[in-house]
């Protein structure tokens, strides 16, 4: 199964919660604002790799509530026993190797009950570093970081997430 974990080009976010007038805010990315990889190089053991920077770290988190009621065994199969997301959230920093590590963060609430992309969260992080001017380009090498990620990783569509192996990868990491 192929999973696209591709950054989104063109997409529109809001930063407030649907009960208030929502602003939604467009945003735009291009191949010309990510790093090029560096042409393949033979290294021997005289010459090792230079360090891997530029990276940018993203730290996320999610907001959410339960639901109101309590689901059967039959609705959590078929997937209609979801808690709401509120509110995706992040903290970037970027590391070039400078004495000036620049950070920064965002907000973005869900304008309906459908999850968002991880692609799109990743992109938003981006293109919000890269509008603000803490970044002139994203680099190749980005991490992500969690701190309960047992709850906040469902709350990215599952299509994204849930498929052959990517979790037992990681389980470790969930438990």
């Known amino acids: ?98 004495p000036n590590t620049q950070s920064w963060q965002g907000i973005t609430c869900p304008a309906s009950d459908d999850r968002m992309p991880l692609g799109t969260f990743i992109s938003f992080a981006i293109a919000e570093g890269i509008q603000r001017g803490f970044m002139k380009k994203c680099p190749l090498r980005i991490y992500l970081v969690g701190h309960f990620t047992r709850a906040d990783i469902p709350a990215f569509s599952s299509e994204y997430l849930y498929f052959n192996g990517l979790l037992d990868t990681f389980k470790n990491q969930f438990s």
């Open 1 to 98: 199964m192929a999973i696209d974990l591709s950054v989104q080009s063109n997409f529109e976010l809001s930063h407030e919660p649907p009960s208030k007038n929502q602003t939604i805010t467009q945003y735009s990315l291009s191949k010309d604002q990510f790093e090029t990889p560096p042409p393949p190089s033979r290294r021997s053991k005289k010459n090792p790799p230079s360090p891997e920077i530029p990276y940018l770290i993203i730290g996320f988190d999610t907001e959410f509530q339960t639901p109101d009621r309590n689901f059967t065994n039959e609705e959590i199969r078929n997937k209609e026993g979801k808690y709401e997301v509120l509110s995706y959230q992040f903290h970037a920093i970027y590391f070039d190797g400078s």
